[in-house]
């Protein structure tokens, strides 16, 4: 096995699709491991270290042994690998629906058209304000694309507006995702915030649907 051909993988399990407009929709999850980022609300810290390199064809193999047609490839930060293009665009090959889920600090140009996007951008409260790339909303399809923004606060919140306004962000993707923290940001509160200011379309509240079907700290759903 080369290093061309592999990734570090975390893991690979099925379940249901918690967030996006996806939410509820059977699916095959890859996580990749290694983050460069560390948002202080991170549910997934594990997947920073643990993983064991692993052949693309492996992977290929064992997502297709639950006969799913929908994939997400996530993390960690799934982009920090160079061989996770290669690993979506053969996804994609296989015949998957294929779903990325990205911090959005790395480079979104050279993923595979096919492939839908679901970037995030990082809110003041996740200590990542900073690693936003701006650039990398060029590069959404408002019929294809999603944008998620975290949110542990009224001023995150606020800033979430700002952005909206400030860079067209309604024209930019198919949905904008407000999502709160979990356990920190009430549920109400945030969709009391979004009915009260009447955020235009395609902004939608959200919750992590699998936390309430699961333990919020199970791992592998």
């Not at 047609?69 to 993390?75: A, D, L, Q, S």
């Not at 606020?158 to 309604?170: D, M, N, P, S, T």
């Amino acid at each position: 096995m080369s290093a061309d051909d592999a990734i570090l993988l975390n893991e690979i399990f099925h379940s249901i699709q918690g967030e996006s407009t996806w939410a509820g929709v059977p699916m095959v999850f890859v996580r990749l491991t290694g983050c460069p980022l560390r948002c202080v609300w991170c549910d997934t810290t594990y997947s920073f270290y643990e993983g064991k390199q692993t052949a693309i064809a492996e992977i290929l193999a064992r997502v297709e042994a639950y006969a799913c047609p929908h994939v997400e490839v996530t993390g960690g930060e799934p982009l920090a690998q160079k061989n996770c293009y290669a690993l979506l665009a053969k996804l994609c090959d296989a015949g998957k629906t294929v779903l990325l889920e990205t911090a959005g600090s790395h480079d979104l140009a050279p993923v595979d058209p096919r492939v839908h996007i679901i970037m995030d951008l990082k809110a003041p409260g996740s200590g990542e304000e900073a690693r936003n790339r701006w650039a990398n909303l060029a590069h959404l399809r408002p019929e294809k694309d999603e944008l998620k923004l975290v949110l542990a606060s009224r001023e995150d919140y606020e800033w979430a507006k700002a952005q909206i306004a400030e860079h067209g962000l309604a024209q930019r993707a198919k949905a904008l995702l407000l999502s709160p923290v979990f356990g920190k940001l009430d549920y109400r509160t945030l969709a009391e915030w979004v009915l009260a200011d009447k955020l235009p379309p395609p902004v939608r509240f959200q919750v992590q649907l699998h936390k309430h079907i699961w333990d919020p700290a199970a791992r592998g759903v």
